[in-house]
Structure formats: structure tokens, C-alpha cells
């Protein structure tokens, strides 16, 4: 019997996507993403991700710390946070699509370890040609195509929890994680995958 094989992260993005996301606008989107540059992009620009399909990696490994994190029975029974699978996979696969067509390749130069010499090398920069912030940006972008949950809109719009935004919004984001609960898990989520899956450039 042959192996099958691998899935892509494409592949694995793809497939969570069209069994768990299922409302009107959701094909629309896909074919977005897919037209973009989602598949390919980086993360950031110097920190977790900051390679070719980071971004990709990154949502992909948000879904799967959300999941595990819903999935515990002090979530759901002490904390009362059950949500459905649908949107669980809509706000962790798409909580970064403000990242696409965002970044660009540009050169600079740089000294190789090994002969000493100075060579162009190439390196992500920000371009950014929708400055309507994170979150909220992402946000704005599925809007275009699909209707958000006002839990599933206040989640991706504050993920970056208290990492975001100036000191006088703290409160806020505060009121946000008890009123939308659903808000703190994806924060909670998105900081173990970037901090202990992804980590920095070293």
C-alpha cells in the first residue's frame, strides 16, 4: 500500500476551512485569500513567521491551540465558553487576514559569515495600503464578504489582548475579555503559538 501524500499547510488551511466554515460569503473569501498573497506571505517582519507562508503557519497553528483550548472542561463547564466549531475556525484561520498583501521584498546589504563578503539579501518590509490598524482591520476585511458574530468580531478585533494598542485602551480590552470571553481565548491563543510554537528570530 502506498503512503499517502503529505498535506501542504495549503491543503490543511483549505480543507478546515470548507468543512467548519460554511455561512454565506465564505466561498467569496476563500477565492480572496487564494487570489492574495495569504498562502505565501510572512508573519511579520522580523519575529515569529518571518519566512515565506509564516502567516499561513501562524493561522493554522491559532486554530489548533483555540481548539485544544476550548476543548478543556474548565472552559466550558466553570467559564461557560462554548462556542461552535464554525466559529472557532473563523476567527483563528482568519483573526490575521489584515496581513495580506502587506508585506514586501525588498534588498539590503548584509556580510557573509563564511567569505567575509558584503551581498544583497533579501528581506521583508511593511507596505501598507489599508491603514485601518490589526484587528479591526481584519475585521473590515471579512466583513466584505461574510457577517460576523458580534462574540466572533470583538475577538479578532482585540486577539493582540494587551500587547495592542496605547495605555488608555487597556481598560477596554479589559471589558472586551469579560464581556466576550471568546476574546481572551483567542489572545490566549494566538500568544502560544507565537511565542512558544513560532518564537523570535534569534
Request: with cysteine; glycine share 6%; aromatic share 12%.
Amino acid at each position: 500500500m502506498k503512503n499517502e501524500p503529505k498535506l501542504t499547510d495549503k491543503d490543511d488551511f483549505i480543507k478546515i476551512y470548507n468543512e467548519k466554515i460554511t455561512r454565506d460569503g465564505a466561498d467569496k473569501l476563500l477565492e480572496f485569500l487564494e487570489k492574495s498573497d495569504f498562502f505565501t506571505a510572512p508573519a511579520s517582519t522580523r519575529y515569529h513567521g518571518a519566512y515565506e507562508g509564516g502567516l499561513l503557519r501562524h493561522s493554522l497553528n491559532v486554530y489548533e491551540c483555540l481548539v485544544e483550548y476550548l476543548a478543556r472542561e474548565r472552559v466550558r463547564e466553570k467559564y461557560g465558553l462554548n462556542v461552535s466549531e464554525e466559529t472557532a475556525a473563523i476567527v483563528a484561520l482568519l483573526h490575521d487576514i489584515c496581513k495580506v498583501n502587506f508585506y514586501t521584498v525588498s534588498m539590503r546589504n548584509a556580510k557573509n559569515e563564511q567569505t567575509g563578503q558584503w551581498e544583497k539579501v533579501p528581506y521583508y518590509t511593511i507596505n501598507d495600503r489599508l491603514p485601518y490598524g490589526h484587528g479591526e482591520k481584519s475585521v473590515y476585511m471579512i466583513s466584505g464578504f461574510m457577517r460576523l458574530s458580534r462574540e466572533e468580531a470583538m475577538a479578532i478585533r482585540w486577539h493582540m489582548g494587551f500587547s495592542y494598542g496605547a495605555v488608555e485602551e487597556r481598560n477596554t480590552i479589559g471589558r472586551a475579555f469579560e464581556t466576550y470571553p471568546l476574546a481572551f481565548a483567542l489572545s490566549v491563543a494566538d500568544m502560544e503559538a507565537s511565542y512558544f510554537l513560532e518564537g523570535s528570530e534569534k
